[in-house]
């Protein structure tokens, strides 16, 4: 059973491209001159494992990824200027993308020898297979990131890696290698990968999608039929993900980067059920077959997809892989979008023609290349066995307004495509998501006013910066970014010359209502925000506008919010403030024209600064109205074309002077959108309602935890609650709780007078405390010393609020410790702390003032507690033992952070 194509297939499209005429001729020509110009060059598999850091494969002055030269291990060229790194750090970053650039060409040159394609191309792979299955048990599965794996550092790659590989020796041994071979590479590297692919489940995430592919393509080489069965029926298996991580319009629920992503993965997922005869549900079918189109409907006018989320900056979808996903859609069933996408890709001229990157792609774990011409030669292997021989003629499909309702963005086009307006309400997007509910972006054509800058590097500081909701133009209470949460849809309507969209934000036990109108008509656009409290609150409205202020006076300030790094204000440089008059219209100039109007119900302050812009494009200047009270609204007037003269605001009322006399009056009466018109004594009105229609939407993030039962803290001098951790409360990251040498811990509470007490005894050998002068490793953005033998303790008076929290880490040879505070935690609660050696380990104390914990109601607080293992020869922590129990957990990407909802309910007497 051949996994993506049977053997009829092969056959027929061998036979096709022998016909002189072939469309798919030249993209067969060139796939083969890709890989005769690798194999002339040295290629060898690497002794190393990959390794992520904060410093590996950026540049240090620009902050953007290296390029990526295949046949460069150890010289690593800056995009920007050229420059030249070099360094163990870089070189292992660069193994990442070689690991899997070597497997594609494995497949690559597979598909090519199943084709009849290229003498010796089938030995060239069978010996990168043989090297491989000599070397793949040899790489330790140790000090990852994201999962465990062998050649990298999280699962989801090797997921990638071996995908790659058992497609090849598929077609390999479709093409009559010898059976010894499939054997050996079965034995040594599917086998065991397999198993390690297995053992860590994502759940709904984007990586998921990879591992169950890599599961479905295993398990089928190996006849595991109830591994392949898991992977697609499972709770985070395919058939879960196409009904809850793809959203009913046919959108990944992590936005559009991790969309083109996810659906790559679904693709693999998708086909191989259907090879293997199981049915997907028509429904989903659908939904999946929409995923090929619906990038397009947000696409910007400059054709990048929009950087909302956890994506990299104004990536263009003029690339060969985007090219094969419309080819591979259409393959499925004809879809006039894809067709039009298509002409735009080869036919419009839109881009010169540069180097596609293709010989240099690293499997499906793409980097992102130029914009650049393109034609069906470009296309990868896929294609080259699945695509359509003809297509059919292409023609442009002009570029649309549209609401993408699972996803929650309504997107606005005027000038023929060429202005660009969204509104972001919706989906709050899971752990890949941004706190910018009703954030709204502007473009006009590759003009940028009101973007969305995306994330740069996973593990450098600003990423705190991009996920913070003043990173956007979104509104943020009391000087916090927002709590992850849903937006709501009030009303939608479009009717080409005007257009709005009407949504609602609640941020999580704030008592606060947000609601943000967008009306967009031909020349400009009514941008409206207006809040109710149950109590006053401070409302911030970011700005990230390049424009200048007329008629304010500035003077410098400190533009005060959260201290959490991820409230973003640690950012901001040079703040200004000036004053804006309730009812009194502010002009912001841009390029010669009054391209903003902004006005407020009551007295407010209008902030300007610098501060971070797109990842590598270093600061840009930002606005932020500030408005305090228990309502309010803020008025925006985006004036593109510069028509718009004047502006009056008369309670709610707005009335919009054109540059020929006319004049259009807006006004939000009974949740519908009314404009009139009045120009040479002609009147006209429009009213836009749309009422909303709850669309349905599967949860990625999987049900609600339920909080434990509350365990009375004893009050000395009666014997505290002892708690026993061991093999159930062990968090692990590649090794199991035995594998790391069984350590144990037990927790004694207990409160004294004026103390909440906590007597902390570890059994395990050796501990491993982290010096306190030792250098920092750089790995990541989490604080060093969670690599490290120590304690953990976070307490939550309310569970809506900031937690106590500290990290605890001996110091010898004294008693004393180090205690850092995790960002976002409170800094006004004092902890006293000492240790010592024990025979077993070491023994901790700590005591909590009960002061602290007085606001908890009814005395009841959350408490967790978390000791981390640290072992030799390690550059990351091994696992945690953990209060609420740690089975079936594990330990990546936790940081020194915890979640209340898993933490033990304690209630403490006065």
């Known amino acids: ?309 956890d994506s990299q900056y104004a990536v263009s979808l003029r690339q060969w892989r985007f090219a094969e996903s419309c080819e591979l859609g259409l393959a499925r069933r004809d879809d006039q979008r894809l067709v039009g996408a298509l002409w735009t890709l080869y036919e419009s001229g839109g881009a010169p023609r540069r180097d596609p990157g293709r010989w240099r792609s690293s499997a499906e774990s793409e980097r992102n290349e130029p914009a650049t011409s393109l034609g069906r030669a470009d296309l990868g292997w896929r294609s080259l066995l699945l695509a359509r021989e003809e297509l059919p003629a292409l023609a442009p499909s002009p570029p649309r307004s549209a609401l993408l309702a699972g996803q929650g963005l309504a997107v606005f086009r005027r000038d023929a495509g060429f202005t660009y307006l969204a509104l972001d309400y919706g989906h709050s997007g899971g752990g890949h998501g941004h706190p910018d509910r009703l954030n709204v972006m502007l473009a006009r054509g590759d003009d940028r006013w009101l973007d969305d800058m995306g994330t740069g590097s996973y593990v450098d500081p600003s990423l705190h910066w991009y996920r913070s909701t003043l990173a956007h133009n979104a509104p943020l209470i ?118 903003g109007l902004l006005v407020t119900s009551e007295t407010a302050e209008l902030w300007r600064a610098s501060a971070p812009g797109a990842p590598g494009r270093g600061t840009q200047r930002m606005y932020v109205v500030r408005a305090r009270g228990t309502s309010g609204t803020m008025t925006a007037v985006w004036n593109w074309s510069g028509r718009v003269v004047k502006a009056a605001v008369d309670g709610e009322t707005l009335a919009l002077t054109l540059d020929d006399g006319s004049t259009h009056t807006h006004r939000l009466e009974n949740d519908e959108w009314h404009v009139a018109f009045e120009a040479g004594g002609a009147r006209s009105s429009v009213a836009l309602g749309g009422p909303a229609v709850a669309t349905p939407r599967g949860d990625a993030r999987g049900p609600a935890v339920e909080p434990p039962p509350t365990a009375r803290v004893p009050v000395a001098p009666a014997a505290p609650l002892a708690f026993e951790l061991g093999q159930d409360a062990y968090r692990e990251s590649e090794d199991t709780w035995a594998e790391a040498g069984s350590p144990r811990a037990t927790i004694r509470v207990r409160a004294e007078q004026h103390a909440l007490v906590m007597a902390i005894d570890v059994s395990k050998t050796p501990v491993m405390f982290r010096a306190a002068d030792a250098e920092d490793p750089r790995l990541d953005n989490e604080y060093p010393d969670i690599h490290s033998d120590g304690v953990q303790l976070h307490i939550w008076t309310d569970i809506t609020q900031a937690p106590m929290a500290w990290l605890v880490v001996p110091e010898e040879p004294a008693s004393a410790v180090r205690v850092h505070v995790p960002d976002g935690a409170r800094r006004d609660v004092p902890l006293a702390a000492s240790w010592h050696r024990t025979t077993a380990g070491y023994a901790m104390d700590l005591r909590v003032p009960l002061a602290s914990l007085a606001t908890a109601r009814d005395g009841v607080i959350a408490m967790q507690v978390a000791v981390n293992d640290m072992a030799t020869g390690r550059e990351r922590r091994r696992g945690q033992l953990v209060l609420s129990g740690g089975a079936g957990e594990h330990v990546y990407l936790r940081g020194d952070r915890e979640a209340p909802a898993r933490a033990l309910r304690f209630h403490v007497s006065p």
């Not at 992520?52 to 010289?75: I, K, M, Q």
């Not at 090879?275 to 079918?285: I, T, Y």
């Not at 606060?512 to 656009?525: E, G, K, N, T």
């Not at 790094?565 to 841009?590: C, I, K, M, Q, T």
């Open 478 to 595: 009391d000087g916090r970014s927002q709590q992850p949460a849903d937006g709501t849809l009030r009303a939608y309507d479009e009717r080409g010359g005007a257009g709005w969209v009407d949504a609602e934000f609640v941020p999580p036990d704030s008592g606060v209502h947000i609601r943000r109108s967008l009306v967009a008509m031909p020349d400009y656009a009514v941008d409206r925000l207006a809040w109710e409290s149950d109590e006053s609150v401070q409302l911030d409205l970011a700005l990230h506008l390049d424009a200048a202020v007329r008629d304010i006076a500035f003077r410098a300030g400190v533009l005060s919010g959260g201290d959490a790094p991820a409230d973003g204000f640690s950012f901001v440089r040079d703040a200004e403030v000036g004053v804006l008059l309730g009812g009194r219209v502010a002009v912001l100039e841009r390029g010669g024209i009054r391209a």
């Open 1 to 309: 059973m051949s996994l993506l194509i049977s053997d009829e297939a092969i056959a027929a499209r061998r036979e096709a491209l022998r016909r002189r005429d072939a469309s798919l001729g030249p993209l067969a020509a060139s796939l083969l001159q890709d890989l005769e110009a690798a194999t002339r060059r040295t290629i060898a598999i690497p002794n190393d494992k990959a390794m992520l850091s904060r410093d590996g494969g950026r540049c240090p002055e620009h902050g953007v990824p290296l390029d990526f030269d295949p046949f460069a291990p150890r010289e690593h060229r800056c995009p920007v200027d050229g420059a030249i790194f070099r360094g163990e750090r870089h070189d292992r970053w660069w193994l990442t993308w070689y690991h899997l650039w070597l497997a594609e060409r494995v497949v690559h040159a597979a598909a090519l020898a199943a084709l009849g394609i290229g003498a010796g191309l089938a030995a060239f792979a069978a010996m990168m297979l043989e090297a491989y299955s000599e070397r793949y048990l040899q790489y330790p599965n140790r000090d990852n990131v994201l999962g465990p794996s062998r050649p990298f550092f999280s699962t989801y790659l090797e997921s990638i890696w071996l995908l790659q590989i058992a497609i090849a020796i598929d077609l390999l041994e479709a093409a009559g290698i010898p059976a010894d071979l499939g054997s050996r590479v079965r034995e040594r590297i599917i086998e065991p990968s397999t198993a390690l692919i297995a053992s860590y489940d994502e759940g709904g995430s984007n990586r998921q999608v990879w591992n169950n592919a890599a599961l479905i393509a295993g398990g089928t080489l190996l006849g595991k039929s109830r591994l392949v069965q898991r992977a697609i029926t499972s709770p985070s298996g395919v058939l879960a993900q196409l009904s809850n991580g793809l959203l009913a319009d046919g959108t990944w629920y992590e936005g559009e980067n991790y969309h083109l992503f996810a659906h790559r993965g679904l693709w693999y997922g998708v086909t191989m059920m259907e090879r293997l005869g199981v049915p997907v549900p028509a429904a989903l079918g659908e939904r999946f077959a929409d995923g090929f189109a619906t990038p397009l409907l947000s696409a910007l006018p400059d054709f990048t997809f929009p950087s909302r989320r």
